[in-house]
């Protein structure tokens, strides 16, 4: 019954005037066969996108120009417009609402941190409740028994509502232009795939290294990391670009989902983008949303990283450029592809890019803000643009010139959603700060490692390692920045850590622990879906690849660090 469904959704996905029905009916076929875990990201990462791709249908049969123009968008299928937005989820059978587990045992465990845990002495009341409540947030936000928007909205009226926060006290994040240097950067991941010189860039990559299947393998990973630090998310990278070109070019081979065929092509080249993505979500920061929170986070508890986006940059390029080189051939080693050589791989990128022409005005336009705001981000320190001007700048051309409309930007759920949420937990995370909680903690731990007598480089080092582990308990990279990175910088200030190499340690490790399972993350959860790999295979490679990655930051980065000053 699968291989029909793929070969009609293969033959469909070219032409979105035929396309749109069929797809939604195997992404509902996913969702059906998919583990419970799985279900709700394969329904948002296809279902969302291909009923627009509806709406353009009747457009595209008046005039065929334009309807060549959409087939740019439609493999898409996991893009972005339907990333985060959990409106799309299946409601439990006989209820619509909230899963009445996962809603009673997250309030439950706030509300016994509250009433049956003594307030240690120190901790006012005030703050404590903020505690219980925070908690209740994150434990909601792991068990998701409500979309993590609406979630958060919960929260923050529990916040108000009990008088633990004051009305603007508890929306002050919304003013935090972190939060809106996001948002601004989701719109352009808008324009990269509205214009599709995503897919066009990685087409080039595919044409030019794809000869040999490690080429391929090779291509697709640097092509991640020329499109990284212009979309800052790797769900969108993933089910935007790179899964409908491997699924396009492994169905081509012969090496289908489900089947045994998949190890032909398919399983080595998701094994590879998949654990290769989190180096490329590292290098840059704008490269995925939980960076630029973690940096946020940390000049909140005092560690102010001057040229953020150059630092990080610096930080990141040693460790990061050598899990690039060395992940493929791993994977190459590891999960070997039984077609070593994808000689018909440039060749049928060669003529996807003859039938998608030149670079349309779109494109060019969309290249050069980029180009412009990368430019602004590196020298906006030396000339007085901060990295959020320098954003809304490049919004303002796209709009200016009608790359992207303003309803464009009204109708991409993801940047809405994320702004809510994020700024519900970076105003919960600053008002925990403010009020002590964090530092309590944080002197309490921190003064028995200091007791131990271990120094500072043992406690970095164990800290870190805590820390990554501690991610199988999270479905979110995000979500694990905002209960735990805070914590986690105060404990190694207080041990001594020098501020810049525990901040930056921190946040490059919330990176790398995006692909040790398939909920852990939003790529996981595309590359999983796509069926080319097994959960068993998904679970040790991650454990195995945690190993080495570590392993990498922690010697090459370590003696990059003290190379640049960091400690």
Same mark, same amino acid.
């Given at each position: 019954?699968?291989?029909?469904?793929?070969?009609?959704?293969?033959?469909?996905?070219?032409?979105?005037?035929?396309?749109?029905?069929?797809?939604?009916?195997?992404?509902?076929?996913?969702?059906?066969?998919?583990?419970?875990?799985?279900?709700?990201?394969?329904?948002?990462?296809?279902?969302?996108?291909?009923?627009?791709?509806?709406?353009?249908?009747?457009?595209?049969?008046?005039?065929?120009?334009?309807?060549?123009?959409?087939?740019?968008?439609?493999?898409?299928?996991?893009?972005?417009?339907?990333?985060?937005?959990?409106?799309?989820?299946?409601?439990?059978?006989?209820?619509?609402?909230?899963?009445?587990?996962?809603?009673?045992?997250?309030?439950?465990?706030?509300?016994?941190?509250?009433?049956?845990?003594?307030?240690?002495?120190?901790?006012?009341?005030?703050?404590?409740?903020?505690?219980?409540?925070?908690?209740?947030?994150?434990?909601?936000?792991?068990?998701?028994? +409500?979309?993590?928007?609406?979630?958060?909205?919960?929260?923050?009226?529990?916040?108000?509502?009990?008088?633990?926060?004051?009305?603007?006290?508890?929306?002050?994040?919304?003013?935090?232009?972190?939060?809106?240097?996001?948002?601004?950067?989701?719109?352009?991941?808008?324009?990269?795939?509205?214009?599709?010189?995503?897919?066009?860039?990685?087409?080039?990559?595919?044409?030019?290294?794809?000869?040999?299947?490690?080429?391929?393998?090779?291509?697709?990973?640097?092509?991640?990391?020329?499109?990284?630090?212009?979309?800052?998310?790797?769900?969108?990278?993933?089910?935007?670009?790179?899964?409908?070109?491997?699924?396009?070019?492994?169905?081509?081979?012969?090496?289908?989902?489900?089947?045994?065929?998949?190890?032909?092509?398919?399983?080595?080249?998701?094994?590879?983008?998949?654990?290769?993505?989190?180096?490329?979500?590292?290098?840059?920061?704008?490269?995925?949303?939980?960076?630029?929170?973690? +940096?946020?986070?940390?000049?909140?508890?005092?560690?102010?990283?001057?040229?953020?986006?150059?630092?990080?940059?610096?930080?990141?390029?040693?460790?990061?450029?050598?899990?690039? +080189?060395?992940?493929?051939?791993?994977?190459?080693?590891?999960?070997?592809?039984?077609?070593?050589?994808?000689?018909?791989?440039?060749?049928?990128?060669?003529?996807?890019?003859?039938?998608?022409?030149?670079?349309?005005?779109?494109?060019?336009?969309?290249?050069?803000?980029?180009?412009?705001?990368?430019?602004?981000?590196?020298?906006?320190?030396?000339?007085?643009?901060?990295?959020?001007?320098?954003?809304?700048?490049?919004?303002?051309?796209?709009?200016?010139?009608?790359?992207?409309?303003?309803?464009?930007?009204?109708?991409?759920?993801?940047?809405?959603?994320?702004?809510?949420?994020?700024?519900?937990?970076?105003?919960?995370?600053?008002?925990?700060?403010?009020?002590?909680?964090?530092?309590?903690?944080?002197?309490?731990?921190?003064?028995?490692?200091?007791?131990?007598?271990?120094?500072?480089?043992?406690?970095?080092?164990?800290?870190?390692?805590?820390?990554?582990?501690?991610?199988?308990?999270?479905?979110?990279?995000?979500?694990?920045?905002?209960?735990?990175?805070?914590?986690?910088?105060?404990?190694?200030?207080?041990?001594?850590?020098?501020?810049?190499?525990?901040?930056?340690?921190?946040?490059?490790?919330?990176?790398?622990?995006?692909?040790?399972?398939?909920?852990?993350?939003?790529?996981?959860?595309?590359?999983?879906?796509?069926?080319?790999?097994?959960?068993?295979?998904?679970?040790?490679?991650?454990?195995?690849?945690?190993?080495?990655?570590?392993?990498?930051?922690?010697?090459?980065?370590?003696?990059?660090?003290?190379?640049?000053?960091?400690?």
């Amino acid at each position: 019954m699968q291989a029909p469904q793929l070969s009609q959704h293969r033959s469909s996905a070219f032409h979105p005037c035929r396309g749109a029905a069929a797809s939604i009916k195997l992404v509902v076929h996913r969702a059906r066969v998919a583990p419970r875990a799985t279900r709700s990201a394969v329904v948002r990462h296809g279902v969302l996108h291909h009923l627009s791709s509806v709406g353009s249908a009747g457009r595209c049969a008046s005039r065929q120009k334009r309807c060549t123009a959409a087939q740019r968008h439609v493999p898409q299928a996991a893009a972005t417009s339907g990333a985060t937005v959990a409106d799309a989820d299946a409601p439990a059978p006989g209820w619509p609402g909230a899963k009445p587990v996962p809603l009673l045992l997250s309030i439950a465990i706030g509300v016994a941190l509250r009433f049956l845990v003594p307030i240690p002495s120190g901790i006012t009341i005030q703050a404590w409740t903020l505690l219980s409540i925070f908690v209740s947030t994150i434990t909601g936000l792991v068990l998701e028994p +409500l979309p993590t928007g609406a979630w958060a909205f919960l929260s923050v009226t529990a916040a108000v509502f009990t008088k633990t926060l004051t009305f603007s006290q508890a929306f002050s994040a919304f003013c935090n232009d972190v939060i809106w240097l996001i948002v601004v950067s989701f719109f352009f991941a808008k324009g990269f795939e509205k214009t599709g010189l995503g897919e066009r860039v990685a087409t080039l990559f595919v044409k030019a290294f794809g000869k040999s299947t490690l080429g391929l393998a090779y291509g697709l990973a640097f092509a991640e990391g020329l499109i990284a630090p212009a979309m800052p998310s790797t769900t969108a990278r993933a089910g935007g670009i790179f899964m409908p070109i491997m699924k396009s070019l492994s169905e081509t081979s012969g090496s289908l989902p489900g089947t045994e065929s998949a190890s032909k092509l398919g399983k080595f080249l998701v094994q590879a983008q998949f654990q290769g993505s989190v180096h490329t979500s590292a290098l840059f920061l704008t490269a995925a949303a939980q960076n630029l929170l973690c +940096l946020k986070l940390a000049t909140e508890m005092g560690v102010v990283i001057a040229s953020p986006w150059v630092t990080w940059l610096k930080g990141a390029f040693a460790p990061a450029l050598v899990g690039l +080189l060395v992940t493929p051939f791993i994977m190459y080693k590891l999960c070997p592809p039984e077609i070593k050589d994808t000689p018909q791989a440039p060749a049928a990128a060669a003529e996807r890019l003859q039938k998608m022409g030149p670079m349309s005005r779109d494109e060019k336009i969309m290249l050069g803000t980029m180009a412009f705001a990368v430019v602004l981000w590196v020298t906006g320190d030396a000339i007085g643009v901060s990295s959020v001007v320098a954003a809304m700048l490049g919004l303002s051309v796209l709009l200016v010139t009608g790359v992207l409309k303003w309803k464009d930007c009204l109708n991409y759920p993801p940047a809405w959603d994320t702004l809510f949420w994020f700024a519900v937990l970076v105003g919960m995370s600053g008002q925990l700060n403010s009020l002590g909680v964090i530092k309590y903690f944080a002197d309490v731990v921190g003064g028995k490692l200091v007791a131990m007598n271990m120094g500072w480089p043992a406690v970095f080092g164990l800290l870190n390692l805590a820390y990554f582990l501690l991610h199988y308990m999270f479905a979110s990279q995000t979500a694990h920045v905002g209960a735990l990175y805070s914590a986690f910088l105060a404990m190694m200030l207080s041990a001594g850590v020098p501020g810049m190499l525990a901040a930056l340690s921190l946040a490059y490790c919330s990176n790398l622990f995006g692909s040790v399972t398939h909920y852990g993350s939003g790529q996981g959860a595309v590359y999983y879906g796509a069926g080319y790999v097994s959960l068993k295979e998904i679970f040790s490679m991650g454990a195995l690849m945690a190993v080495i990655n570590l392993t990498i930051w922690g010697v090459v980065g370590a003696a990059w660090w003290k190379v640049l000053g960091f400690y």
